[in-house]
C-alpha cells in the first residue's frame, strides 16, 4: 500500500479525462481540491468522487473551499450557508443560539459534502475581523478571539458529528492585511506580541489541519508563512500543533516571491509543509510531476500519512433523510445570508 504524496492537485472538469488519471495516480500526489467548474448535479459529483477514490489505495483525499457566503463552491442542490460573520453578529446579541447555529451549519456543511463523496472542507477561517480586509472581511467570524474560539469550536463540533474534520486558516493571520493574496504579495508589519490575539485560535482548538497564509510576516522571518520553516517550525513547536500543514494555493500571486511554481514546490516542502496545492495552474502541474524529485524520507512520509489518514472520514454522515441532519438544516435554512 502506497504513502499519500504530498501535492493536492485539480482536474478540469466535472469528469476525469485520462490526463486526470494518469495526474492523480502520479506517486508525488496525495489529494485532489474540487472547484465550481468540477460540480453540476450531486449525481454527477457523487461518480466523480467514486471514481476518484477508486484510483488508489489508500484513495486520494478530495477537498474542497466550502465555509458558506462567498465561499461556497457548490451551490444548485446544496444549502445555501451564511458568511461566517453572520454568526459573529448572532453571537453579539445571543451566544447560545449563535454556538447552537454554528454546530447545525458544521453539520449540514459536512453531511452534505460526504453525501456526495467529498471527505474535507477547508474550513474554519479563523482570521480575525479587522475590517478592511480586500479578502476575508465576512468570512471571518468576529474581531474577539474568544468569539472566534467559541464559534469555529462549535461549527468543528458540527463538523465532526457529519463526519469531517477541521482545517484552521490562515496561518498565522490573514485578517489584518489589507492586500487580497489572490493578487498581491501582503506584508503584516506588527511585532509577534501584537499578533497574540491571531494566534490564541490556534492554540485553544482542536484542529486536524492548518492552512498557512501567503503573507509576510517580519517579525519572524522575511518569507511568507508558507515558504517560512520558521513560521512552521512556530506552528509544530510553541503551539504544538500536529496535524496536516496545508499551504494555501501555490498558483496565487503572494506565492511568486519564491519564483515558478517548481521553486515554489520546493520551498513550502523544505519550509516543512505537509500538503502543497498547486491549484489552476495545468501546465505548471506537469512542470512540477516530470522534474521535483524530492529526497526519500521515509520517516516524514509516513508522519506525513498519518495526519492526512485522520482527514479521511472516520465514520458515516448522517444521511440526509436522518433526523439529525433535518433538525440542523432548519436551523440553518432560518439564518439570514
Known amino acids: 500500500m502506497s504513502q499519500p504524496g504530498p501535492l493536492m492537485i485539480d482536474i478540469a472538469g466535472t469528469a476525469l479525462t485520462d490526463l486526470d488519471r494518469e495526474r492523480l495516480c ?4 496525495g489529494g485532489v481540491i474540487l472547484f465550481s467548474r468540477n460540480y453540476e448535479s450531486r449525481e454527477q459529483l457523487t461518480a466523480l468522487c467514486a471514481e476518484i477514490h477508486a484510483l488508489r489505495e489508500p484513495p486520494l483525499l478530495i477537498a474542497v473551499d466550502h465555509e458558506g457566503g462567498r465561499v461556497q463552491r457548490f451551490r444548485e442542490s446544496f444549502t445555501r450557508l451564511p458568511a461566517m460573520r453572520t454568526l459573529g453578529r448572532r453571537h453579539d446579541s445571543d451566544p447560545s443560539a449563535a454556538l447552537a447555529a454554528a454546530r447545525a451549519v458544521g453539520l449540514v456543511l459536512a453531511a452534505e459534502l460526504r453525501a456526495g463523496g467529498v471527505d474535507f472542507s477547508f474550513t474554519p477561517v479563523l482570521d480575525l475581523d479587522y475590517g478592511p480586509s480586500r479578502v476575508i472581511g465576512d468570512r471571518a467570524f ?14 468543528g463540533e458540527g463538523l465532526r458529528q457529519g463526519g469531517m474534520g477541521t482545517c484552521g486558516k490562515h496561518f498565522p493571520g490573514h485578517g489584518y492585511v489589507i492586500p487580497d493574496s489572490h493578487l498581491e504579495l501582503p506584508v503584516d508589519e506588527r511585532q509577534l506580541a501584537a499578533m497574540q490575539d491571531d494566534l490564541e485560535p490556534y492554540r485553544r482548538l482542536p484542529l486536524d489541519a492548518v492552512m498557512a497564509a501567503h503573507v509576510i510576516y517580519p517579525c519572524l522571518d522575511c518569507h511568507t508563512a508558507v515558504f517560512s520553516s520558521q513560521w512552521i517550525n512556530y506552528l509544530r513547536h510553541d503551539i504544538g500543533f500536529d496535524g496536516v500543514v496545508f499551504t494555501d494555493d501555490l498558483s496565487m500571486a503572494g506565492a511568486g516571491v519564491a519564483g515558478d511554481m517548481l521553486a515554489r514546490v520546493q520551498t513550502a516542502w523544505a519550509a516543512g509543509c505537509d500538503m502543497l496545492l498547486v491549484c489552476n495552474a495545468p501546465e505548471a502541474v506537469g512542470q512540477v510531476l ?7 524520507d521515509l520517516e ?7 495526519r492526512i489518514a485522520r482527514l479521511l472520514p472516520q465514520h458515516p454522515a448522517p444521511a440526509l433523510d436522518s433526523p439529525a441532519y433535518r433538525r440542523a438544516l432548519d436551523s440553518v435554512i432560518g439564518l439570514e445570508n
Open 290 to 296: 516530470e522534474q521535483w524529485q524530492p529526497l526519500p
Open 300 to 306: 516524514r512520509a509516513r508522519r506525513i500519512a498519518r
Open 142 to 155: 468576529h474581531r474577539d478571539p474568544a468569539v472566534v474560539i467559541a464559534l469555529a469550536g462549535a461549527l
Open 26 to 29: 502520479h506517486p508525488l500526489v
